[in-house]
């Protein structure tokens, strides 16, 4: 059972390049979520998902895009990178009876990325 | 909106002193609250968790009590140890519906670093 997995760990990339982050859990949860991490600025929320085939814009949802094919992964793309996203990339996950409790998520060890 | 608010930091300390990282929040509704550590390089990790008024969440050696009257839920530890130095979150999650999604809605972190 290995929970939350994220790949890559990090990554450098050139402005204007694009690139895809996977996230996979195997804990059969049907919420997903991608969150940034500033300094000074805790974690917020980029989109999530509710479940296979749906997903919905957050907070900072500007510059990223998402999908949700398969029920254990969630993709968070990066079309044309810009120096402002240079940021640690944490996703997430829980099931309903989870979020209807009130309960925490399981988060993902991170990919950091620095866009030059 | 809902919104969390942590001590400013950094914050240094001895090993064995007391300590305190406050937190306060605004919500709409009864959230649950949670405190999560950063270690350096890692991802986050649930470190405690209250999900009603006046519960008190409890680990290795850290407490915080939901105090619904003055809306906090500050983080205390009697005797730091330098092994305790990261940065420390608190959130809050309430109910999905609205804007909620079962999102958590993080403080800014507090850095804590623990001398010999």
């Known amino acids: 059972n290995a929970g939350v997995t994220q790949t890559p760990k990090f990554r450098v990339l050139k402005t204007g390049q694009s690139m895809t982050l996977l996230c996979a859990q195997d804990?059969?949860?049907?919420?997903m979520y991608w969150y940034r991490q500033d300094p000074g600025m805790g974690l917020r929320l980029i989109h999530y998902?509710?479940?296979?085939?749906?997903?919905a814009k957050g907070e900072v949802p500007d510059g990223y895009n998402v999908s949700r094919l398969k029920k254990q992964n969630f993709l968070l793309g990066l079309e044309s990178a810009a120096p402002s996203q240079t940021s640690v990339y944490f996703c997430?996950?829980?099931?309903?009876?989870?979020?209807?409790?009130?309960?925490?998520?399981?988060f993902g060890p991170g990919t950091r990325l620095l866009v030059l | 909106g809902n919104s969390v608010t942590q001590m400013e930091g950094p914050v240094t300390l001895s090993e064995e002193a007391f300590l305190t990282i406050n937190c306060t929040y605004t919500?709409?509704?009864?959230?649950?609250l949670f405190w999560y550590v950063q270690y350096p390089g890692e991802g986050l990790q649930l470190l405690l968790k209250?999900?009603?008024?006046?519960d008190k969440g409890s680990n290795k050696g850290f407490e915080a009590t939901y105090r619904k009257e003055t809306t906090s839920f500050h983080l205390e530890k009697g005797s730091v140890q330098v092994s305790d130095s990261a940065v420390y979150f608190c959130?809050?999650?309430?109910?999905?519906?609205?804007?909620?999604?079962?999102?958590?809605?993080f403080g800014q972190g507090t850095i804590l670093t623990v001398h010999p």
């Open positions: 919500a709409t509704g009864y959230p649950s």
């Open positions: 997430a996950s829980s099931s309903l009876a989870g979020v209807l409790s009130k309960e925490t998520q399981y």
């Open positions: 209250a999900t009603k008024a006046d």
């Open positions: 804990m059969n949860h049907e919420y």
């Open positions: 959130a809050l999650t309430l109910s999905p519906g609205g804007t909620s999604y079962g999102k958590l809605t």
């Open positions: 998902s509710v479940g296979e085939g749906t997903t």
